[in-house]
């Protein structure tokens, strides 16, 4: 099936720095969904975009919904040792198959304390 | 307590037994959902329901089967479980609406 682009695949950086990780496809979706996975757990949900252009925050987390409706951006400001895990985005079209979400494969962020 | 939950969390089986594995939440979501999760292939949809009487495949049912039993309840099932169905399921709901998925914390299967 279709895949999300996510990049970086992995990051390894310094708590206090700024993280920035993105999701780009060919599609144009109108829902851009973020989740963190920490192991051996299920993907919660971080951030829910419905409208293109929309910037949300939550806590230190801020992500955008790219104006083409083809992207969108993470940002987490000020790292913590905490905000280790994996990130996924996820994309959904409307019509028809507008329940199935379409998933980037995640980046790994690593945070040495 | 948590909205949506998974029983068991860890399985350890054999080739060719049958499996279930469990699935109920507590959100009042009409919409419910199984996935697989390998790793470097993302999640994959095995199968989906959007009410009771509504049960569809995903991209990889092919030896899985499904039932709805109530609104709040989804169980999976492989019948004759094989080696390569080792993976991480999940279980994710939401509302007709805004169709924002939440997941379950998982079942780990092993198949041996």
């Known amino acids: 099936g279709q895949q999300l682009n996510q990049s970086p695949q992995s990051m390894f950086i310094q708590e206090g720095e700024d993280v920035s990780m993105n999701c780009t496809s060919s599609s144009i979706f109108n829902t851009w969904l973020w989740y963190k996975q920490d192991p051996g757990e299920g993907p919660v949900l971080l951030i829910a975009l419905y409208k293109a252009g929309e910037l949300t925050s939550n806590g230190r987390l801020t992500a955008q919904f790219g104006i083409t409706r083809k992207d969108s951006f993470l940002n987490i400001s000020a790292s913590i040792p905490s905000d280790v895990g994996i990130y996924f985005c996820?994309?959904?079209?409307?019509?028809?198959?507008?329940?199935?979400?379409?998933f980037g494969k995640g980046t790994l962020l690593t945070v040495n304390p | 307590d948590a909205d949506v939950t998974q029983t068991p969390r860890n399985r350890i089986t054999k080739t060719g037994k049958r499996i279930m594995l469990e699935c109920s939440q507590t959100?009042?979501?009409?919409?419910m959902y199984w996935y697989r999760q390998d790793p470097g292939l993302g999640l994959r949809l095995i199968y989906y329901s959007f009410d009771v009487k509504d049960i569809n495949k995903g991209e990889i049912s092919d030896g899985y089967s499904v039932s709805r039993q109530a609104q709040a309840k989804f169980s999976l099932s492989l019948e004759s479980a094989i080696p390569n169905q080792t993976a991480l399921y999940f279980c994710?709901?939401?509302?007709?609406?805004?169709?924002?998925?939440?997941f379950g914390p998982g079942t780990r299967l092993t198949v041996l």
């Open positions: 994710a709901t939401s509302h007709g609406g805004t169709d924002t998925q939440y």
């Open positions: 959100k009042g979501h009409d919409r």
């Open positions: 996820a994309g959904r079209k409307s019509g028809g198959s507008n329940y199935k979400l379409t």
